[in-house]
């Protein structure tokens, strides 16, 4: 199986803050990373598939960035209803693993 | 618009096996389509658990690959996965999501479904 390991688990942040939160892969999964937004008692939402591409409807403040085993998801300017836990997976292979997940909260 | 609904029990005993549909429109299990299932456990993450595939391709997490068995029913828009030897530690929200064709990546998903397991 592939291994994902996000960093941080948790951070503090505030509005309007640039916030970084970075997956690695236990191997080279090319592009297929995606990440996901869960807010409590809320399905998962998707934000961003195949490393970089923006999932329709979802604001341009988040992006992503990388390839082969190190990501990054980036939100530009934190607003009050990204606080969320966040996690990415990888599609290149099955099974096809989550993270752990990075709680941003409220600082 | 897609749309995706999950349904089942909402406690079962252990030892007993969970069976779960997942009942879908807006789209049809053609190719390259999948229908994937997520559990998450009261305060913790995401697990994948199995996807079906239009041409029934299955595919399985293998700690749990022995306890899981996927099938679909393209006429009723369907996905139904059974979940055997239940256990406590089984409890959680179960998920199914639309597989998009390209990236693998679950891009529409049903509210979720909470099963306890307990005696």
């Known amino acids: 199986d592939i291994q994902m390991t996000q960093s941080p688990s948790s951070l503090s942040a505030s509005v309007g803050d640039r916030v970084t939160i970075t997956c690695r892969a236990s191997?080279?999964?090319?592009?297929?990373l995606n990440w996901y937004q869960q807010k409590p008692g809320k399905a998962p939402n998707l934000l961003i598939y195949a490393a970089s591409s923006l999932q329709s409807g979802v604001p341009s403040r988040f992006s992503g960035s990388g390839s082969g085993t190190d990501f990054t998801l980036t939100i530009s300017s934190l607003q009050p209803e990204d606080f969320a836990t966040y996690y990415c997976?990888?599609?290149?292979?099955?099974?096809?693993?989550f993270g752990q997940g990075t709680k941003v909260e409220i600082k | 618009q897609i749309t995706l609904k999950e349904s089942g029990p909402t406690l079962v005993k252990p030892t007993q096996t969970l069976t779960l549909t997942c009942t879908f429109s807006?789209?049809?299990?053609?190719?390259?389509?999948?229908v994937g299932w997520i559990r998450q456990p009261p305060g913790k993450a995401l697990e994948w658990l199995a996807v079906?595939?239009?041409?029934?391709?299955?595919r399985y997490s293998p700690s749990l690959k022995s306890r899981l068995t996927i099938t679909k029913d393209t006429s009723k828009n369907q996905v139904v996965l059974t979940m055997s030897n239940m256990d406590p530690v089984d409890t959680g929200t179960y998920y199914c999501a639309h597989s998009r064709y390209d990236w693998n990546c679950l891009d529409v998903w049903g509210k979720g479904t909470t099963v306890t397991v307990s005696s």
């Open positions: 807006g789209f049809s299990l053609s190719f390259g389509v999948g």
């Open positions: 997976q990888q599609s290149y292979s099955s099974p096809r693993t």
């Open positions: 191997q080279s999964i090319s592009s297929y």
């Open positions: 079906i595939y239009w041409d029934d391709d299955k």
